[in-house]
């Protein structure tokens, strides 16, 4: 049970863990033909081969390893104690792991651990949240491998690519940095993220703890989009740019891959994370709390900032800002460039065509 105190809306943690599985549900293709230990191919009872999403992270459904919930009123001897959420605790069967070697969940809290910017011991500011077997070497020297790889450094994506995706889902990892980019996740890059792996070698990124996203700071004032560049992160939230310095994996992922990045952003937010979709996950989660029901929480922890004000109509405004800006930013220039560049193309071949 979870105290939204320093949430009005109710919904903020919850719904960014829903759009996040949104997010990963993209990816999800049943598309893998399955075989037995010797080999064979399943079939069922008509001959027919038996195919399901074989990718650990995906297979696991509901919101692919991040919570889920819904909003509940706590009573406690006939005392009302305010609206909570439901959640689903952050352990093994949030992400349907066994005890078994393999198996296991970091919690990144701080940098310079939690920022993949040092090795970690597990007592320092990466911590370990579920580990299969008793014996946690294995976990420690596979995650170490993991930094150690994304620490280096690299003149070619090619050396990159064979050193790190063997170690980490590139496509989880990609997903979390547009995410957190889109939703101004402001302090989930340096810390208040998890990485997950379900064969001991490969880890995978799961978003956790989203309170402070959506223009909301850690002293509770909204970033603005000024239009200055004179402080990137006072006048925009977390951009690509300015979040390379907070997490090492994606300073790599932005100097390698700024143009997948960018393809995966303009899918994102013409579906998944547009702002009809966005504005759409808050008002059904928060459709089911009583406007009484929200007034009443109020009376009862009067303390609660921002009550005013933080609701889902402001996160759909904030939403719809940020979108905008996205997309002047990252993509409208981009798109700009390549309508440029069909251009000269199509000049090209009119000019071969005339002979000329």
Same mark, same amino acid.
């Given at each position: 049970i979870k105290a939204n105190y320093l949430d009005p809306s109710q919904a903020v943690n919850v719904v960014n863990a829903k759009l996040w599985g949104k997010i990963r549900s993209t990816h999800y293709q049943v598309s893998d033909t399955l075989q037995d230990d010797k080999?064979?191919?399943?079939?069922d009872n008509n001959g027919n081969y038996i195919i399901a999403e074989t990718d650990p992270q995906l297979s696991i459904g509901g919101n692919y390893g991040a919570v889920d919930g819904f909003p509940i009123a706590v009573y406690i001897n006939d005392q009302y104690w305010g609206l909570y959420s439901f959640n689903i605790p952050k352990d093994d069967w949030m992400a349907k792991m066994p005890s078994k070697a393999g198996y296991a969940i970091v919690d990144a809290v701080w940098s310079p651990q939690g920022a993949l910017q040092q090795e970690t011991n597990f007592k320092d500011q990466m911590e370990l949240q579920f580990c299969g077997t008793k014996d946690e070497k294995w976990a420690l020297n596979s995650i170490n491998k993991l930094i150690d790889a994304v620490v280096a450094h690299y003149d070619k994506a090619e050396d990159f690519d064979k050193a790190v995706s063997p170690l980490v889902d590139l496509d989880s990892a990609y997903d979390y940095y547009i995410y957190s980019v889109l939703i101004n996740n402001d302090d989930g890059l340096f810390r208040n993220y998890l990485l997950q792996t379900f064969d001991g070698k490969k880890w995978y990124f799961a978003a956790y703890d989203l309170d402070e996203t959506f223009g909301r700071t850690p002293d509770f004032l909204e970033h603005t989009l000024a239009d200055s560049d004179t402080n990137d992160f006072r006048d925009h939230g977390v951009t690509f740019e300015n979040a390379v310095g907070n997490n090492r994996l994606m300073y790599q992922l932005w100097k390698f891959h700024k143009d997948e990045i960018l393809k995966r952003s303009q899918d994102l937010v013409r579906w998944t994370m547009s702002a009809a979709s966005v504005d759409t996950a808050f008002v059904d989660y928060v459709r089911k709390i009583s406007q009484i029901a929200l007034d009443e929480e109020i009376k009862t922890w009067p303390g609660t900032p921002n009550t005013s004000v933080d609701n889902v109509n402001r996160i759909g405004r904030w939403y719809m800002q940020r979108i905008d800006w996205f997309k002047q930013r990252y993509l409208d220039s981009n798109q700009s460039e390549l309508?440029?560049?069909? =251009?000269?193309?199509?000049?090209?071949?009119?000019? &071969? =065509? =005339?002979? &000329?």
């Open positions: 080999g064979n191919y399943l079939v309508e440029q560049l069909k =251009a000269r193309i199509e000049n090209l071949e009119h000019t &071969k =065509a =005339a002979g &000329k």
